[in-house]
């Protein structure tokens, strides 16, 4: 893929490292003259001086041929309007930002831009970590958009006790199996979970979260 | 003419003598910067509304100063990116009927119209006041 990517400092270096590393061709939009030189000594990417939100400089940077434009600099009102030319003016099929106030992401995608939030993927992340001790054996499935996911439940979590069918569990998941004391279960509306159970969760990306939260009591 | 709900964003000599202007006229003005010290700019005669301090590309700053009730935003501080992205989320996001903002880039009017912008650049209505002094020093000159 032709990558163009717009910013500066450590995360841009090592995301450029990555990219470079997937045999990207990637170059690099840095509107600091010393921190372009220093890009261009260590990095095998193109690196164009210049301020990534004018249209010049994004022409000359590649837009017309890029497949995909990631605005990352520290200024949201940038990276907006980064992603507008590029998909506007250059008809770049894929433009993300990288979005500094959580806020804005949906703002962003409302727009029509993909925005990625730093500080709400690494809460997410960190939740993650927190279930992870319960949660197992998690196999994507439907090109990564289904997760398979063997949930041990343990202490008190919300749905204990509570038949299935009682449960306002989100539409896009489905508890499959239930194992219990070497019983294996396909559980109904009048099955009762309980302490010590282990479930396979089949739960499409965007319900997963709320699925787990269901099933562990973390991350409320 | 009926009172409005005006937002102004930026608070330099513009944002200011707008602000000014429009509560002189008897309207509702809101007032956003990022930095207090210029709210100094303000007539302390002319200015009689509100001051909310903080960064009005982040839409929490918008909420504090109301932005649901506004009739009309102008976004005027220096920097062109900023002013778009405000007017944008402004008209989109919290559905402002009419929405301004200053640009000095005047080859990015052509993509601020097509987002549906209205915008004022301070170049373009300087180099047409000038152009128009220039044509009437030339007339003037042609008619001794």
Same mark, same amino acid.
């Given at each position: ?220 | ?6 937002? %102004? +964003?930026?608070?330099? &000599? ?5 602000? !000014? =202007?429009? #509560?002189?006229?008897?309207?509702? %003005? +809101?007032?956003?910067? &990022? ?5 100094? !700019? =303000?007539? #302390? ?100």
């Amino acid at each position: 893929m032709k990558i163009i990517l717009i910013g500066g400092g450590r995360p841009i270096y090592f995301l450029a490292q990555a990219f470079l590393g997937k045999d990207h061709e990637l170059t690099i939009v840095n509107s600091d003259p010393l921190e372009c030189s220093h890009l261009a000594g260590r990095l095998k990417a193109r690196i164009v001086l210049g301020d990534g939100s004018d249209q010049t400089i994004l022409e000359e940077a590649g837009a017309r041929m890029a497949d995909l434009v990631l605005a990352a600099t520290p200024s949201d009102p940038d990276n907006l309007i980064a992603c507008q030319i590029a998909q506007s003016r250059f008809g770049v099929r894929r433009v993300v930002a990288l979005v500094n106030d959580p806020d804005n992401k949906e703002i962003f995608e409302g727009m029509g831009i993909g925005a990625i939030s730093t500080s709400l993927r690494v809460a997410s992340l960190i939740e993650q970590q927190l279930t992870f001790d319960q949660v197992t054996n998690l196999i994507p499935a439907g090109d990564g958009k289904v997760m398979i996911s063997e949930v041990t439940l343990a202490e008190s979590f919300p749905m204990e006790g509570k038949r299935i069918a009682e449960i306002d569990f989100p539409r896009d998941a489905l508890i499959a199996v239930v194992m219990r004391e070497g019983e294996t279960i396909i559980p109904r509306g009048d099955t009762i979970l309980g302490r010590g159970d282990r479930v396979l969760l089949v739960a499409l990306s965007g319900s997963r979260e709320q699925a787990l939260r269901l099933l562990t009591g973390h991350g409320a | 003419m009926k009172s409005l709900y005006v937002i %102004v +964003v930026g608070c330099g &000599r513009l944002g200011a003598h707008l602000a !000014n =202007l429009l #509560s002189q006229s008897g309207h509702r %003005v +809101v007032v956003i910067d &990022r930095d207090k010290e210029s709210f100094s !700019n =303000l007539s #302390s005669e002319a200015f009689s509304g509100f001051k909310v301090e903080g960064d009005a590309s982040e839409p929490e700053t918008l909420r504090q100063a109301k932005i649901g009730q506004a009739d009309l935003l102008i976004a005027a501080t220096r920097e062109d990116n900023v002013n778009i992205m405000v007017a944008l989320v402004a008209k989109k996001s919290f559905g402002v009927k009419n929405v301004m903002a200053r640009v000095y880039d005047t080859r990015r009017e052509g993509l601020y119209r097509e987002m549906g912008l209205e915008t004022v650049s301070p170049i373009l209505l300087a180099g047409e006041e000038f152009f128009r002094l220039v044509y009437k020093a030339l007339d003037a000159g042609g008619e001794k």
